[in-house]
């Protein structure tokens, strides 16, 4: 029953109950992993950002540097909740209000002084730009299990709080192709699968947990999957 790199993406077509339209979630440590200049995310404000892009454009040039060190890290402290801009503060040499970037100038912030190297036509500054974003960085990431009662198979994820269970199925798909093809269960009843996890009373208890000084990951819920022999070959 585990999936095969050819049955994973012709498979996606049947879970029909999944919106292609709705933001796709993430959860920190998926952001993490994309730490290169070739392969750039970030995360600010709640939001995931693919900057590969803007890393390619401006190849080479020290105003990418921050930018680049940031890489598959978390941003929001750049930025001033309120307008979701650039921080600002007075800058000491002109009395004016500049852009504070501790971090150092990066791809788009105008030099503090008037210079003639420096051109402001790229357009909307790469904060800015919706082009950008991928995703919704999720506010709180759950670990669960998920148990084959076919071939007794389990294996932990960590997913986001906010996914329905369908979303949660297409992170198990490596692991099994036909993952659909099973009823999902968690004490006994019957998950539904447009709801999340907290909707579907599968509680998230790590705050009691962490009260109690007790290890959250020792309690993992575990949901079982039953076969209804009705294989999604294609």
């Known amino acids: 029953m585990a999936a095969t790199d050819a049955a994973y993406p012709l498979f996606l077509w049947l879970l029909p109950a999944m919106d292609v339209y709705r933001p796709r979630y993430y959860t920190p440590k998926e952001v993490e992993v994309h730490n290169r200049p070739w392969d750039l995310w970030v995360s600010y404000m709640g939001r995931v950002y693919?900057?590969?892009?803007?890393?390619?454009?401006?190849?080479?040039?020290?105003?990418?540097?921050?930018?680049?060190?940031?890489?598959?890290?978390?941003?929001?402290?750049?930025?001033?909740?309120?307008?979701?801009?650039?921080?600002t503060h007075i800058n000491p040499l002109t009395g004016c209000l500049k852009y504070y970037t501790p971090q150092g100038r990066f791809v788009h912030i105008p030099p503090p002084l008037p210079r003639t190297d420096w051109a402001n036509d790229f357009g909307l500054p790469w904060w800015r730009d919706g082009n950008y974003e991928v995703g919704i960085l999720s506010a709180k990431t759950r670990r669960i299990r998920i148990i084959n009662t076919l071939t007794s198979q389990e294996h932990t994820l960590e997913v986001c709080a906010e996914e329905s269970m369908w979303e949660i199925l297409r992170r198990y798909l490596p692991y099994n192709a036909h993952a659909a093809s099973y009823t999902w269960k968690y004490e006994r009843v019957n998950l539904d699968m447009d709801k999340n996890l907290q909707q579907n009373n599968?509680?998230?208890?790590?705050?009691?947990?962490?009260?109690?000084?007790?290890?959250?990951?020792?309690?993992?819920?575990?949901?079982?999957?039953?076969?209804?022999?009705?294989?999604?070959?294609?």
């Open 202 to 234: 599968i509680p998230d208890e790590d705050e009691e947990f962490y009260n109690l000084y007790m290890d959250a990951d020792a309690f993992t819920p575990a949901i079982l999957l039953y076969f209804n022999d009705d294989l999604t070959e294609l």
């Open 50 to 87: 693919d900057l590969s892009p803007l890393a390619e454009a401006y190849k080479g040039d020290l105003l990418l540097k921050p930018i680049l060190e940031a890489a598959g890290k978390d941003i929001t402290h750049w930025f001033n909740p309120k307008t979701k801009d650039i921080q």
